[in-house]
């Protein structure tokens, strides 16, 4: 990857408070439609993708939505995975021209294993080749995510959030043709205004610590019984959102884009191996046991035993004792 600093400059404001984005918006089932979206909150930092919370009119009335958008130049979780610096003027237009001219398409098509570039192996790539490479990873979690909301439908607006839609953000930039490297593909899901399961100890009475835990495990429990796998459960994946009147907490999970389905044809000892292994109950709360452990909370937490008989396998692939590859 290309060698450059880690300090974030950016050749345009980027994303800020106030500002009116125009999206080309696909409801499930419906016409893509324009819309606008106003910006209302940035959430930073910024992970793989750009989170913000928008006002939108989506039936009829004002509404306000989280807006998530896979932009390559404001991926600092990726870039910083990849050791590629920031998303500077000078790549910007190197990686303008690199798409105008044809050659972003040649290099994602080399990327995906479609066609062989000569001179180009490995992993060091020119800094507009990194971000060809950073936007093909993106679109992997975008079409991961879109298909996580499909295979979870029953689950949307319960345990996950209410999947409204995708849409794609027009960044062509001034004086060249549109081109889909100049497409931002996102998602539009339901406003969950809570906090971080990890930051339970600050805004949650401390007798319902037990219980908002055990209803995060419960909702792992149920992606895993609609035969998904999400490989990054952790604690701050979850928002738990106060409902003051009942005095009760609702706890969801969030951020979809790791989660991948069974595929077809996959075995029971392959699913199980890797179910076993990513141990996505034991991310919550054994983590959850750590954090409220410095709280001086002893939370209750036992690891299902669902796929024990699968253990061995995970193991010995792990120390490299022969088992097969998928």
């Known amino acids: ?10 050749p345009f404001p980027g994303y800020q408070q106030g500002q009116e984005l125009q999206l080309q918006f696909t409801a499930p089932g419906q016409p893509t439609r324009q819309i606008a979206a106003t910006i209302l909150r940035v959430k930073e930092p910024f992970t793989c993708s750009v989170a913000l ?3 939108m009119i989506l039936n009829n009335n ?3 939505f989280f807006l998530k958008l896979y932009d390559h130049r ?15 003027p000078e790549i910007a237009t190197a990686f303008n021209n690199f798409v105008q001219t044809g050659g972003a398409d040649a290099f994602g098509l080399h990327l995906t294993g479609q066609v062989h570039l000569p001179g180009v192996e490995g992993s060091e790539f020119t800094p507009e080749q990194d971000e060809i490479f950073v936007t093909k990873n993106l679109d992997g979690l975008y079409l991961s ?8 439908q029953a689950s949307q607006g319960v345990s996950i959030p209410r999947f409204m839609g995708t849409c794609v953000l027009d960044a062509t930039p001034p004086g060249y043709d549109s081109h889909e490297y100049f497409q931002i593909e996102g998602i539009v899901t339901q406003f969950l205004p809570g906090f971080s399961l990890e930051d339970l100890p600050h805004y949650a009475p401390r007798g319902l610590w037990q219980e908002i835990v055990d209803a995060a495990v419960a909702v792992t429990r149920e992606v895993d019984a609609a035969d998904m796998l999400n490989m990054d459960t952790r604690p701050d994946n979850f928002i738990v959102v106060p409902h003051l009147e009942g005095g009760f907490f609702k706890t969801y999970m969030i951020d979809l884009a790791m989660c991948v389905r069974r595929r ?4 029971d000892e392959q699913w199980g191996r ?3 292994w990513r141990n996505e109950e034991g991310c919550v709360g054994e983590a959850m046991q750590h954090i409220l452990s410095q709280h001086d909370f002893e939370l209750r937490f036992e690891r299902s035993d669902k796929y024990d008989a699968y ?13 097969e590859a998928e």
Do not use: C, N
Request: aromatic share 8%; no cysteine; net charge negative.
């Open 62 to 64: 004002p509404e306000v």
């Open 264 to 267: 077809e044809g996959q075995t």
């Open 53 to 55: 919370v928008v006002g």
């Open 311 to 323: 253990a061995h396998l995970a193991e010995a692939e792990e120390d490299g004792d022969g088992v």
């Open 145 to 152: 995510e879109v298909g996580a909301y499909d295979g979870l």
């Open 274 to 276: 890797e179910k076993w």
């Open 74 to 88: 404001f991926s600092h979780g990726m870039r910083a995975q990849f050791e590629i610096g920031p998303y500077t």
């Open 1 to 10: 990857m290309s060698d450059q600093q880690s300090e974030v400059r950016t």
